[in-house]
């Protein structure tokens, strides 16, 4: 039995950093890449992040079976922070660690196991949320040196290629908490739809790129303002950006949020009082944009303090 993996665009002889959790998706991705592209030097990445009682036991288990396998695990453990956004500081925290050790071994990708059943619950959180077109489109399979190779699979293709193949796995207890909103949904909203509406996640995928596409179009068009009334040091044009209808301002916002901060933005709620600002704040008003620093209204701009 193979599992399905979508890795057309890696090249033989490939060095892949692969995130190992110890848990079903990740533990088939790294089986099944030894198997099926035996050309690739694999280099598993865990994360102990130390939010469950069981963290350091998945830490052992992971080294265990990496071991098992003949690959030499990477593993990380950051400080705890203090507050804020828990699952945000988790998921920065594993990406850091994997640029670096893209850089450390001079490798050429990274791969996650996220597969189909994460993607469409992904799109539903975004929706519930409040989206804008990126959302809509769910994860994307490729983005610059980032791979998921199961993102068109389904997760009961894994669980069955797991048994098939007896692939050892830990369990996460989080992920039967239906405190948290994407297991309320891979619990008890999906199934239902599924029910109704079979093979509902897999004809949503073939919608990416309708969606990814349109994403494109916004961008560049923002992209195109922006050259014209916008720069790094003087800011944005009000009276220009006001003419431009919403899915063009927010998409250039979050674009000049990503250039100043290399970030995302955070919510869109945060995205609509920037936009609101621009357009109706009086000269002198601010209000807060990353950090210490300030979107700062004058008669004609807004900028960054400094």
């Known amino acids: 039995m193979k599992l399905k993996l979508e890795l057309k665009s ?6 892949v950093i692969v995130g190992v ?16 592209r035996p050309d690739l030097k694999i280099i598993p990445a865990h994360v102990n992040h130390g939010l469950r009682d069981s963290a350091d036991d998945d830490a052992l288990f992971t080294r265990g079976m990496m071991q098992r396998w003949g690959l030499d695990c990477e593993f ?13 500081w988790g998921r920065e925290k594993r990406y850091e660690f994997f640029e670096k050790l893209l850089k450390k071994h001079h490798a050429d990708f990274i791969f996650t196991a996220h597969h189909q059943d994460d993607d469409f619950e992904t799109m539903l959180l975004h929706v519930l949320r409040g989206t804008r077109v990126k959302g809509l489109a769910g994860m994307a399979p490729i983005r610059d040196k980032l791979i998921r190779p199961l993102l068109y699979t389904p997760g009961g293709d894994i669980t069955a290629y797991v048994e098939a193949q007896q692939i050892p796995f830990r369990n996460d207890p989080t992920n ?24 509902l996640a897999e004809r949503w995928q073939t919608q990416k790129g309708y969606w990814n596409e349109l994403q494109v179009m916004l961008e560049n068009a923002a992209l195109n303002f922006m050259q014209e009334f916008w720069d790094s040091k003087d800011g944005l044009h009000r009276e220009a950006f006001k003419k431009l209808p919403y899915p063009l301002r927010a998409t250039v916002l979050e674009l000049w949020y990503l250039e100043s901060t290399g970030k995302r933005i955070p919510d869109n709620a945060t995205l609509d009082r920037w936009d609101e600002a ?19 209204m004058s008669r004609e701009r807004a900028k960054l303090s400094k």
Do not use: C
């Not at 959790?21 to 099926?36: C, E, K, P, T």
């Not at 990380?76 to 945000?88: A, D, S």
């Not at 039967?176 to 029910?195: A, G, Q, S, T, W």
């Open 278 to 296: 621009i357009r109706t704040l009086e000269p002198r008003k601010k209000t807060e944009w990353e950090g210490k620093r300030f979107l700062v």
């Open 10 to 15: 890696v090249p033989k002889e490939s060095t």
């Open 176 to 199: 039967e908490d239906d405190r948290y909103m994407r297991n309320f949904l891979r619990h008890k909203i999906i199934p239902v739809l599924n029910h109704v509406y079979p093979g």
């Open 21 to 36: 959790s110890g848990g079903r998706d990740s533990m088939a991705l790294v089986h099944a890449l030894i198997h099926q």
């Open 76 to 88: 990380f453990k950051p400080h705890l922070p203090e507050g804020g956004n828990v699952e945000e």
